[in-house]
């Protein structure tokens, strides 16, 4: 990060100090969607894609069909910026204004009709050496050390730096899919098994986290319902609807339930045996808005409930769960269980949490009540690099403001002790959770 960032900067001087030097540290991002083969942004319109930015906007009045996929990048730009000022208030709409002024020298302080070409042809990243060296321009310009991954389970994980972008086990597929005929092709075709039944599908399971963790993968990741509650598997009553699900054949509710408990607890033993962090990431509900454009049209609902996972907790106290939750009112349930549970990390501020008056309340309470070598800041959850830095200058302000008032003033802190503070929940704590594993 260079030292001319128009990022803005706090103004109490206590908070404007410790926010400078945190931003002269490495950005280790323990969770993101970036495809490591094009890691940055080719054109405007895969950073106004965005669906923070598509959903803000369809729920202000614009058309879904103005972003349709079959529409040109840029007019799907320009027909964004029509509505951008409708959501100017928001803090997603900050990041964007960080984007095009750190990276794309934007003079002005809005985006619309009359300043989108200008922005639009100053992001353009033509041909294959354009965008290599854009990447590169990106990751240095963030001060980036290591962006993890969202792999599906049959990704190839080939055609890049894993120790740059390091590569992460997604397994929703498996637990909440298996029935599909087609997951259970990809399984095979990724495995060479063939999954007949429940000692198959283990086999398989086995060999993924053997690929994975000799490609460099340093965690396992599952998104679940607020609904799903992990249980001990029952290995032989979950034989025949196992079985049933690798035919592809009709499915009761309970059958349902008991594969994907059978499922979820494999892949637990399998982080237990391979000393892989189990990321859990607690609480979406799909298509509860299906009208809305592509990725707005998930929410959530507060039936979720970490006491479901207190079986998991207790039997794999070896393992450690990394926990998201996405109902911002379930950050004291989630502050109580990284409290007591040694295994239980308290992970980010996911999705609809991850705006600043959720992210200080939540933090303030995690400072005051879980051990700092539990605290896991931070993560983007970006799809282009560019993502990463408003982001994370947003949580650094943050904490730099939680910590001035806590610690140097309500404590007494020096403010290199804060330092400290800040140092373990932004880079030392997710280097130690997510250690470099010899290939």
Not at 83 to 91: C, E, F, G, P, R
């Amino acid at each position: 990060m260079t030292a001319d960032s128009p990022a803005r900067r706090p103004a109490d001087p206590a908070v404007r100090d410790l926010f400078e030097e945190m931003r002269r540290w490495p950005i280790f991002d323990p969770h993101s969607h970036i495809d490591p083969r094009r890691p940055a942004a080719r054109n405007l319109d895969e950073v106004l894609g965005y669906h923070y930015y598509t959903e803000l906007a369809h729920s202000s009045g614009m058309p879904a069909e103005a972003v349709a996929p079959e529409l040109a990048p840029r007019a799907r730009s320009e027909n964004l910026a029509r509505h951008l000022a409708a959501i100017d208030n928001t803090v997603q709409h900050s990041w964007l204004i960080e984007i095009a002024r750190t990276f794309h020298a934007f003079p002005h302080d809005r985006i619309g009709p009359e300043t989108v070409g200008g922005l639009y042809d100053a992001a353009l990243r033509d041909g294959e050496a354009a965008g290599a060296a854009w990447d590169e321009q990106v990751w240095e310009r963030s001060n980036l050390e290591a962006v993890f991954l969202t792999n599906e389970f049959d990704d190839p994980l080939e055609g890049w730096d894993v120790d740059r972008y390091v590569p992460c086990l997604r397994t929703d597929d498996l637990v909440l899919k298996l029935h599909e005929p087609r997951t259970v092709e990809r399984l095979k075709a990724a495995t060479g098994v063939d999954v007949g039944d429940g000692a198959g599908l283990r086999e398989a399971v086995v060999k993924l986290f053997e690929r994975f963790v000799a490609r460099g993968a340093r965690a396992c990741a599952i998104s679940l319902p607020p609904d799903f509650e992990p249980r001990r598997a029952t290995p032989r009553r979950a034989v025949t609807p196992v079985r049933r699900a690798i035919r592809g054949l009709d499915l009761r509710p309970d059958e349902h339930a008991e594969i994907r408990a059978t499922v979820f607890w494999m892949l637990a033993e399998c982080c237990a045996e391979f000393r892989l962090p189990f990321d859990l990431m607690i609480g979406p509900i799909r298509n509860v808005y299906p009208a809305g454009v592509a990725g707005g049209r998930d929410l959530f609902d507060r039936r979720v409930s970490l006491y479901g996972y207190r079986e998991l907790f207790n039997h794999f106290a070896g393992v450690t769960f990394p926990v998201s939750t996405l109902s911002p009112d379930a950050g004291a349930e989630l502050v109580a269980y990284s409290w007591i549970f040694p295994n239980v990390l308290p992970m980010g501020h996911w999705w609809y949490s991850n705006v600043p008056a959720f992210i200080a309340a939540d933090l303030a309470a995690r400072l005051q009540a879980v051990p700092k070598v539990k605290l896991l800041g931070y993560y983007s959850d970006a799809y282009k690099l560019e993502f990463i830095l408003p982001k994370f200058d947003m949580y650094r302000r943050i904490l730099a403001e939680t910590l001035a008032e806590q610690g140097i003033v309500g404590q007494r802190w020096s403010p290199d002790r804060a330092l400290e503070v800040a140092k373990l929940i932004l880079v030392d704590n997710p280097r130690r959770v997510f250690p470099h594993r010899a290939r």
